[in-house]
T-cell receptor, first 110, second 113 residues
Framework: KQEVTQIPAALSVPEGENLVLNCSFT??????LQWFRQDPGKGLTSLLL?????REQTSGRLNASLDKSSGRSTLYIAASQPGDSATYLC?????????FGKGTRLSVIA | SQTIHQWPATLVQPVGSPLSLECTVE??????LYWYRQAAGRGLQLLFY??????ISSEVPQNLSASRPQDRQFILSSKKLLLSDSGFYLC????????????FGQGTRLTVV
């Protein structure tokens, strides 16, 4: 059974810092990995999708990498801003629908 | 462009009452559809998914059920709610293919009292 773990559970950084969020999964037989953002009381917004054949994807200040063989992904956020404060969720898709980690709650302090 | 609608946004229901949450997708055809639940302090739990009309797969035994009466409509139901059914319910869709990216609705906050 696929299990997804996200570390740290919470993170507080000053504005302008670069930061890395970590995601690990137990079964490397995945089709893709998605990173989402969730604001309090809201649905999930898709940030980046990395297919199993890819190593990384970039969107603006966000860069996600995937090392399928080691079961790891990282989300890099450059020059963090207070508007980046949210919970970031990692999810993997294998033979079953998306399996989620519990997320990292990020606070960017102005 | 594709959009997903989920309603209601919030719901307070007494124990033992029925439930019906609806989700519709626009701008695409033959999507995969999903219901997830997010409980406080826990990750998102897959409840049901559907690859076509009338085709429902259940992931968690419970007193909830799902139906897909139309291609882009997905309904979550219960005949009698329990306190433990409280949570944040999210509908999602994806298009089958290599990419298979998932998109989520805005969710329904259900409180069973």
């Amino acid at each position: 059974k696929q299990e997804v773990t996200q570390i740290p559970a919470a993170l507080s950084v000053p504005e302008g810092e670069n930061l890395v969020l970590n995601c690990s999964f137990t079964d490397s037989a995945i089709y893709n990995l998605q990173w989402f953002r969730q604001d309090p009381g809201k649905g999930l917004t898709s940030l980046l999708l990395i297919q199993s054949s890819q190593r990384e994807q970039t969107s603006g200040r966000l860069n996600a990498s995937l090392d399928k063989s080691s079961g790891r992904s990282t989300l890099y956020i450059a020059a963090s801003q207070p508007g980046d404060s949210a919970t970031y969720l990692c999810a993997v898709r294998g033979n079953t629908p998306l399996v989620f980690g519990k997320g990292t709650r990020l606070s960017v302090i102005a | 462009s594709q959009t997903i609608h989920q309603w209601p946004a919030t719901l307070v229901q007494p124990v033992g009452s029925p439930l019906s949450l609806e989700c519709t997708v626009e701008g695409t055809s033959n999507p995969n559809l999903y219901w997830y639940r997010q409980a406080a302090g826990r990750g998102l739990q897959l409840l049901f998914y559907s690859v076509g009309i009338g085709q429902i797969s259940s992931e968690v035994p419970q007193n909830l059920s799902a139906s897909r009466p139309q291609d882009r409509q997905f309904i979550l139901s219960s005949k009698k709610l329990l306190l433990s059914d409280s949570g944040f319910y999210l509908c999602a869709w994806s298009v089958r293919g290599v990419r298979d990216e998932a998109f989520f609705g805005q969710g329904t906050r259900l409180t069973v009292v």
